[in-house]
């Protein structure tokens, strides 16, 4: 049974970075799509970034885009997210799942990992 482990979350200044990891273990990852999402306190689940089998095509959130990079090693079976600049705005658990379609809608994805806190504060 596949299973998704986040890490790399933390607590950040505004303007910092991280990298956080999606580590699976039970299949390769090789065969689906990735994303990320996010859910900050009192908010649905959000799409963050995808990126699919191969690494070639990536795709982000506006809110997101030009600060955010997704990327894979599938030789790892491991997705990775880097996000510099981070604002206060992106303090939410964070979340990486799998998915057979090329969707960033949340009930396309199947496999779930159990999430990383993100804190973006002075």
């Known amino acids: 049974q596949l299973q998704l482990v986040e890490s790399g979350g933390g607590l950040v200044q505004p303007g910092g970075s991280l990298r956080l990891s999606c580590a699976a273990s039970?299949?390769?990852?090789?065969?689906?799509?990735l994303g990320w999402f996010r859910q900050a306190p009192g908010k649905e689940r959000e799409f963050v970034a995808r990126?699919?089998?191969?690494?070639?095509?990536?795709y982000y959130a506006d809110s997101v885009k030009g600060r955010f990079t997704v990327s894979r090693d599938n030789a790892k079976n491991t997705m990775y997210l880097q996000m510099n600049s981070l604002k206060p705005e992106d303090t939410a658990v964070y979340y990486c799942?799998?998915?057979?379609?090329?969707?960033?809608?949340?009930?396309?994805?199947?496999?779930w990992g159990q999430g990383t806190q993100v804190t973006v504060s002075s």
């Open positions: 039970g299949l390769t990852l090789d065969v689906y799509t």
């Open positions: 990126i699919n089998w191969s690494g070639g095509s990536t």
């Open positions: 799942a799998t998915t057979s379609w090329g969707s960033s809608r949340v009930d396309r994805y199947e496999t």
